[in-house]
């Protein structure tokens, strides 16, 4: 009987882990396009950036296109290479009913107070999202890239939901908006 009981037990640890795992990846993923959205709109939109082509003019010059700098590839890298440090701005709040776990900020962008209360945050939680996030960007820089080099609507649920899998529970993307 005993023996039964710590077979069921072993049976359920990987689906648990499996669930936090998940958990951790989507969470990480959200707050990955929050926290580039939130860069992107912190350019102000005036700013551009000179783009040259490899093609040269009749009159020998070269071809230079001026594209907005907010959303251009240059800027999208650049923020893709630093973005992940700012998970040591978020913690842990595990839903009583669901028992899954989200990834909310801490650390409020303009100072203002913010209720913490079942926000769990420690070095382990940071380290881990950040991990996350890292590798996030890493194997889905282009598609990060493409989702954001545009304005578009619902970027988190698309990208983290409908084109990595990353997140089993967010809204319902048709698959055409894709």
């Not at 907010?70 to 290479?81: D, G, V």
């Not at 839903?95 to 303009?110: E, F, G, L, M, N």
Request: one cysteine or more; aromatic letters at 6%.
């Amino acid at each position: 009987m005993l023996l039964g009981l710590a077979l069921a037990l072993a049976s359920l640890l990987p689906a648990a882990g499996a669930r936090r795992s998940q958990d951790l990846h989507c969470g990480a993923c959200r707050a990955l396009v929050d926290e580039l959205e939130w860069e992107i709109a912190q350019v102000d939109p005036r700013k551009t950036i000179q783009m040259g082509s490899f093609r040269i003019n009749p009159d020998g010059s070269q071809s230079v296109v001026e594209v907005p700098y907010a959303r251009s590839e240059a800027h999208l890298t650049e923020l893709l290479e630093r973005v992940c440090e700012k998970m040591k701005e978020y913690g842990e709040k595990l839903d009583p009913a669901t028992q899954r776990k989200s990834y909310v900020r801490v650390i409020s962008r303009d100072g203002t107070k913010m209720d913490l209360s079942g926000v769990k945050f420690d070095g382990d939680i940071i380290n881990s999202l950040k991990f996350a996030c890292e590798s996030i960007a890493e194997e889905y820089e282009d598609e990060l890239i493409e989702f954001l080099s545009h304005e578009a609507d619902n970027v988190k649920d698309r990208l983290c939901s409908k084109r990595t899998d990353l997140c089993d529970h967010a809204l319902h993307i048709p698959h055409d908006e894709l």
